[in-house]
């Protein structure tokens, strides 16, 4: 009973990370924990295979690898639902550069000098990161 | 001979050699200024464009239509002199005169933003699929943005300066239309709708939307 709590919960968890807009360095450090965590988890699984058996026992799961199953696919899921939000961050800085030579080439680089201090802003779509 | 030489037509292009230098040869007739944005076609279309007298600007790859309306609106905005500017389709399914009669409203400092529409009389034929589909659009986003429009889903709008600074597209395929008029709804400007006629002619049938992509359309306005 307890592990359809637990998956309903991942499952709609990863469902919304999908539509917040990521944010930069703490987006990278959470992969980065997740990445060393996977690691971790993966190393004692090898030392200690009976723990996934008692693991399962405890959320309510017949065996120890049922229970590594539905971890995989909401892994997956994370995975998908995180690649798709780097896919369109990388479409869109891909459009800015498609663009800026598409503009540039029509009717040529910006030729008059901005002023002094002002911030071009051709090119520009108003993000700092 | 000057012809709302302080409007732009602003039209996204994508593989459409065969109409292109017809419906940019009529809207020359028009307006002084039309910019063409070649979404990067495999065909000639965009020499089609130029011979028929549009300044080109050639996506060295395919973007999608919002990209490209994005990218025309940069250009426009970039030429002395161009106050207004109208989104138009390169598959001549839009009329000219409402393009101009939308400039006038604007001119008249009506709005600043004229969304076309083709509910507004009972003038354009679609198919009871197709009816179904855009009406269920203009549900959602009248729930969504707050902007009651009766046709959410239609390729020609008039805007002015302030109204094309203000907000930039950042949905590349066809949620743009949906993303404009949120922008829209969530800024000041001041918006009318024109009653427009389409025509819905065999070429453009079959250039056409699939109404599957209503599905695409709401998966990119969900996970942007």
Known sequence: MLIKILLLIAILAIAGLGLRAPSGARHLAFRRIAVVAFAGLAALSVIFPEAWNAAADWVGVGRGTDLLLYGLIVFTFASMATTYRRFRELEQRFTELARRLAVDEAVGPRLTAPAPGAVDDAGDDGRTS | ?224
Not at chain 2, 1 to 29: F, H, K, S, W
Not at chain 2, 101 to 114: G, H, N, P, S
Not at chain 2, 119 to 133: C, E, H, N, Y
Not at chain 2, 146 to 174: C, E, K, P, W, Y
Request: charged share 25%; proline share 2%.
């Open chain 2, 1 to 224: 001979m000057a012809a709302n030489p302080d409007a732009c037509l602003v039209i996204p292009l994508y593989n459409e050699a065969t109409v292109v230098g017809d419906i940019v040869r009529q809207a020359r007739e028009a307006f002084d200024n039309v910019v063409v944005v070649d979404d990067g076609s495999s065909d000639d279309s965009a020499a089609a464009a130029r011979r028929a007298g549009a300044l080109v600007v050639q996506h060295p790859v395919n973007l999608g239509q919002g990209a490209a309306l994005q990218t025309g609106i940069d250009v426009a905005l970039r030429l002395a002199g161009v106050e207004y500017l109208v989104t138009f389709d390169a598959d001549g399914q839009h009329r000219l005169d409402d393009a101009v009669e939308m400039v006038r409203r604007l001119r008249r400092d009506e709005a600043d933003v004229v969304f076309g529409s083709r509910f507004l009389d009972g003038r354009t034929q679609a198919t009871p699929l197709k009816r179904t589909v855009l009406r269920a659009a203009v549900v959602y986003s009248r729930l969504t943005t707050g902007v009651r429009l009766t046709d959410t889903h239609n390729g020609l709008r008039a805007l002015n300066r302030r109204a094309a600074t203000s907000f930039r597209i950042r949905q590349n395929r066809m949620a743009h239309a949906s993303e404009i008029i949120a922008k829209v709804g969530s800024s000041d400007l001041r918006w009318v709708e024109h009653p427009v006629h389409i025509l819905y002619t065999d070429y453009s049938r079959s250039k056409g939307q699939s109404v599957l992509n209503a599905v695409n359309i709401l998966t990119e306005l969900l996970y942007r």
